[in-house]
């Protein structure tokens, strides 16, 4: 039995690890796309990003059922529990880790990839600003309390 799930275990973190080797690098085409401003090349990346995100959810389905066939729970603790019973050898335990590294990289790439989306939305919106007239910079105070939205003698682009 222990033979039999180490041997599941192997084969589906091989999976995952092939699957998140592949994220990380849409994730860096992903960024590499925000970067030009490539629309076709962002959208494209999204579609793969979805589909690899789908397949490693269907691998966490996998696991857990896998887990709880053999006893064990599907949080961190259940699969480290499951690796250390079943894995005398340390194999499994190592990639265990390096999932868990390639899973941790590719979070810091896709926040990354976030805040870059996010910088680019505010410089769009401030140009849009500029464009109609209103100020970029967020609304101030007055002396009532509330936003002072007056006019601040800019004009929209189109009427200049």
Not at 8 to 18: G, I, V, Y
Not at 96 to 122: D, F, K, P, V, Y
Request: glycine share 6%.
């Amino acid at each position: 039995m222990q033979q039999a799930l180490k041997s599941a275990l192997t084969q589906l973190f091989d999976r995952e690890q092939h699957t998140l080797t592949a994220l990380n690098r849409i994730l860096a085409t992903e960024l590499e796309a925000l970067q030009a401003q490539d629309t076709a090349a962002l959208e494209q990346a999204a579609r793969d990003k979805a589909e690899r995100m789908q397949e490693l959810e269907g691998m966490e389905r996998d696991l857990a059922a896998l887990l709880a066939r053999a006893g064990y729970g599907s949080d961190r603790d259940g699969i480290e529990t499951c690796i250390a019973r079943c894995d005398h050898s340390g194999d499994l335990a190592g990639r265990w880790t390096q999932l868990l590294q390639s899973l941790q990289q590719c979070q810091e790439r896709n926040r990354h990839n976030g805040a870059a989306i996010e910088i680019h939305r505010r410089h769009t919106r401030s140009a849009l600003a500029v464009l109609r007239g209103e100020s970029p910079d967020p609304a101030t105070y007055a002396a009532s309390g509330h936003t002072d939205n007056a006019h601040t003698g800019t004009r929209p682009l189109a009427k200049a």
